[in-house]
């Protein structure tokens, strides 16, 4: 079983930066892809980033240039940098970890799951 656990959150002005960070509990961190998706009130959960067991990365557009993903397998966390945040990114912001090969970004994609962690962008 993988554990997830997002740290990080907060409430930020426009144009600030927060860092998350997801630390897993899995043997096989090194190997699995992991995602960053977000779900605002009201809305659909989304895709917000991923990184492959290569280090490929994948971005929705809204957040290219802003969000960089990155991982560290010694640590066996996955990180999101977001700078200049905008309130339209306000959103619980969930980690989530796929076995799948690739770059996959759907959720469907994803087995494990964080609980989430929220991120309010005042205008």
């Known amino acids: 079983q993988v554990q997830l656990v997002e740290s990080g959150g907060g409430l930020v002005q426009a144009g600030d930066s927060l860092r998350l960070s997801c630390a897993a509990s899995?043997?096989?961190?090194?190997?699995?892809?992991m995602g960053w998706f977000r779900q605002a009130p009201g809305k659909e959960r989304e895709f917000v980033a991923m990184?492959?067991?290569?280090?490929?990365?994948y971005y929705t557009d809204s957040v290219s240039g802003r969000f960089t993903i990155s991982r560290d397998n010694a640590k066996n966390t996955v990180y999101l940098q977001m700078n200049s945040l905008r309130p339209e990114d306000t959103a619980v912001y969930y980690c989530a970890a796929s076995t799948v090969r690739g770059a996959p970004h759907n959720s469907n994609d994803y087995s494990y799951w964080g609980q989430g962690t929220q991120v309010t962008v005042s205008s």
């Open positions: 990184i492959s067991w290569t280090a490929v990365t």
């Open positions: 899995t043997r096989t961190f090194s190997r699995n892809a």
